[in-house]
């Protein structure tokens, strides 16, 4: 389901910022609002979307949120204004912003918790497939229709429908009994009381539903999304040093081989060591993308940074989820989930409204503050991430 889906996203991802902009006639700020904007979307709803999932059916949920996905492509598919492609955006990540946190406590339901980074890193590879397929169907397709982009936002609109058929196929464990599920709120036992961060004996309502480290690790990430804005917009830049559309979208081609190629490694390799370290690696692959973007002025070099920045995706999306999910109480995947990507998706919400009204003619200056700023987290990670590692209790509950 999700390599067909992002087959259908990614097939569009790397020419929209050139329709809104060479085709539709919207400025480079508009490109930064419109997916900061569907990131924003996403954000509430996988709040809301993460604490369902924990309560009801996530198969339904995950149906759902693919169903709005498809129907969003479809919108940007019949778009003849720029405002139009950002409903469609909006109603597409609003799909995800649905099935995300469903999706990603599922993954868990019946996994080996010391496996997590492998089982993440498993469903980004997957993912991410998708994204090699997509633009390079998106390329032969615009070789056959001499460069036009629309015919691409119409035919991404079939993987995308075939995804959704496919959630049909989706198996889940019942749901628990009422009363399993308001034993999450109950007293817990100490051991429980220890992995949620509550002192022995607080009362109900103080003791915080997600543990301390965990709040801790998610604020620090949302601060880091602040400064990690769409890659729509490392894509205009691209295309601003002067490569053709057919240029920007084999780079990204080959930023997707990177990150679906190391993110199986790197989901593995956070369940052997700290996954703060795997993440802080990810984090100088970000700096050396965004500063390499900001200071080349030869397109050529568009391709080796790239690659590397797929280092960056591959080490920090799947070993994230994982590094949430193992602080994260059995009972509370879907809400730790949910809080996560819904924060960070604000962040990036941001980030994109910022960068894009920061842009000007180049975009160097967003560019190049965001990579600073990468490069001093991965430092700070290494030197304190231990404090957000997992502990020995918790690590004990989940075997």
């Known amino acids: 389901m999700s390599f067909l889906q992002d087959t259908a996203s990614e097939l569009l991802y790397p020419v929209l910022p050139i329709f809104l902009t060479a085709v539709l006639g919207a400025p480079a700020a508009v490109v930064g609002a419109v997916e900061g904007a569907a990131e924003g979307a996403a954000s509430l709803t996988k709040i809301v979307a993460g604490r369902l999932a924990d309560r009801s059916s996530k198969r339904r949920l995950i149906g759902l949120g693919y169903g709005l996905a498809a129907f969003g492509k479809l919108i940007i598919a019949l778009a003849s204004a720029?405002?139009?492609?950002?409903?469609?955006?909006?109603?597409?990540?609003?799909?995800?912003?649905?099935?995300?946190?469903?999706?990603?406590?599922?993954?868990?339901?019946?996994?080996?918790?010391?496996?997590?980074?492998?089982?993440?890193?498993?469903?980004?590879?997957?993912?991410?497939?998708?994204?090699?397929?997509?633009?390079?169907?998106?390329?032969?397709?615009?070789?056959?229709?001499?460069?036009?982009?629309?015919?691409?936002?119409?035919?991404?609109?079939?993987?995308?429908?075939?995804?959704?058929?496919?959630?049909?196929?989706?198996?889940?464990?019942?749901?628990?009994?009422?009363?399993?599920?308001?034993?999450?709120?109950?007293?817990?036992?100490?051991?429980?009381?220890?992995?949620?961060?509550?002192?022995?004996?607080?009362?109900?309502?103080?003791?915080?539903?997600?543990?301390?480290?965990?709040?801790?690790?998610?604020?620090?990430?949302?601060?880091?999304?602040?400064?990690?804005?769409?890659?729509?917009?490392?894509?205009?830049?691209?295309?601003?040093?002067?490569?053709?559309?057919?240029?920007?979208?084999?780079?990204?081609?080959?930023?997707?081989?990177?990150?679906?190629?190391?993110?199986?490694?790197?989901?593995?390799?956070?369940?052997?060591?700290?996954?703060?370290?795997?993440?802080?690696?990810?984090?100088?692959?970000?700096?050396?993308?965004?500063?390499?973007?900001?200071?080349?002025?030869?397109?050529a070099w568009v391709f080796p940074i790239l690659l590397a920045y797929g280092g960056f995706a591959a080490c920090t999306d799947g070993v994230g989820k994982a590094w949430v999910s193992s602080l994260a109480p059995e009972a509370l995947q879907g809400r730790a989930q949910g809080l996560f990507q819904g924060l960070t998706g604000g962040g990036i919400l941001t980030a994109g409204l910022w960068a894009g009204l920061a842009?000007?003619?180049?975009?160097?200056?967003?560019?190049?503050?965001?990579?600073?700023?990468?490069?001093?987290?991965a430092i700070a990670l290494v030197v304190a991430g231990r404090r957000l590692a997992v502990t020995a209790i918790q690590r004990s509950n989940q075997s």
């Not at 609109?157 to 196929?169: D, E, G, H, R």
């Not at 599920?181 to 036992?189: D, K, L, Q, W, Y």
């Not at 842009?359 to 987290?377: C, E, I, K, R, T």
């Open 82 to 299: 720029w405002p139009v492609v950002l409903a469609g955006r909006c109603v597409d990540r609003l799909g995800k912003g649905i099935r995300g946190a469903p999706r990603d406590a599922l993954l868990t339901e019946a996994a080996d918790p010391v496996s997590r980074g492998r089982i993440f890193g498993f469903h980004r590879m997957a993912d991410t497939a998708g994204a090699v397929v997509g633009p390079a169907i998106g390329l032969g397709l615009l070789a056959l229709f001499g460069g036009q982009i629309q015919p691409l936002l119409a035919i991404a609109v079939v993987p995308a429908v075939l995804s959704v058929l496919l959630v049909a196929v989706v198996r889940e464990k019942r749901a628990a009994p009422a009363a399993v599920v308001r034993s999450a709120t109950a007293p817990p036992s100490d051991a429980t009381r220890t992995t949620a961060g509550a002192p022995p004996g607080a009362p109900a309502r103080l003791r915080p539903a997600l543990p301390r480290r965990l709040r801790i690790l998610i604020a620090v990430l949302t601060v880091f999304s602040l400064v990690n804005f769409p890659d729509a917009l490392l894509l205009l830049r691209a295309h601003e040093l002067g490569l053709p559309t057919e240029g920007v979208v084999a780079a990204y081609i080959l930023f997707n081989i990177a990150y679906a190629a190391l993110s199986y490694p790197a989901g593995a390799l956070s369940d052997r060591i700290p996954r703060h370290l795997v993440f802080a690696a990810g984090l100088v692959f970000f700096a050396a993308g965004y500063l390499g973007l900001g200071l080349i002025d030869d397109p």
């Open 359 to 377: 842009w000007g003619d180049a975009g160097q200056v967003p560019l190049l503050v965001s990579g600073v700023a990468g490069l001093v987290l």
